[in-house]
């Protein structure tokens, strides 16, 4: 996601303050959840993500790495939170109504950000999940895109090549999820009556 709202939080950062997460999931997981709840038009989507994501006030939590989560991190990740969802929202429910899913920088590797991918349309499909989507009563307009991010998260990622085919590649399919998403959710929105 480009950062053109200064509080929003970039991919490293994100990353970083998630790795207390009881998912343990990355940031693109959690925005690929965030964006799911949205096209699905989920009553308060942004509440429902940040209790899927972060513990339970005054529960002991630990990081993937066995160490403490402190109330501070859990309270800058939930403001990182906070501030991405906020800006995600009004991108997608603005008048521009356009979508940059949160992935690494285009410097990193292929793979690191093919990987990247993967874990945002995974997370896209929870977050349909969380809002109650069920696959098999969906119109076949939305059932397609579906069935396109269910293939899209079997992706064998195991031998990428930084190549310029492989590039394009990615490219294509980070502008697919980008307005698949956004379809599904003005589409979802129609049809509820909303």
């Known amino acids: 996601m480009s950062s053109d709202t200064p ?46 994501l972060l513990p339970k006030a005054g529960r ?15 309270q800058q990740c939930r403001d990182a939170l906070c501030a991405l969802a906020g800006a995600t929202t009004e ?6 109504m356009s979508l940059d899913p949160l992935l690494p920088p285009p410097e ?37 895109v579906f069935d396109d991010f269910v293939e899209l998260t079997r992706m064998d990622l195991n031998d990428l090549d930084d190549d310029e085919a492989n590039e394009t590649a990615l490219a294509e399919i980070i502008e697919f999820i980008r307005v698949a998403a956004l379809l599904f959710r003005e589409d979802h929105a129609r049809r509820e009556g909303h």
Do not use: K, M
């Open 7 to 52: 509080d929003s939080p970039d991919y490293d950062t994100l990353e970083r303050l998630l790795a207390g997460s009881p998912l343990s999931g990355g940031a693109a997981e959690a925005h690929g959840i965030f964006c799911g709840l949205l096209a699905a038009d989920a009553p308060e989507p942004q509440t429902r993500w940040l209790a899927e």
């Open 60 to 74: 002991a939590e630990h990081n993937p790495d066995g160490e403490a989560v402190t109330e501070t991190g859990v």
């Open 91 to 96: 991108r997608v429910q603005g008048a521009s």
């Open 108 to 144: 990193r590797s292929l793979r690191e950000r093919a990987i990247a991918v993967h874990d945002w349309v995974r997370g896209f499909l929870f977050g349909l999940g969380l809002a109650g989507v069920d696959a098999r009563t969906l119109p076949p307009q939305h059932r397609e």
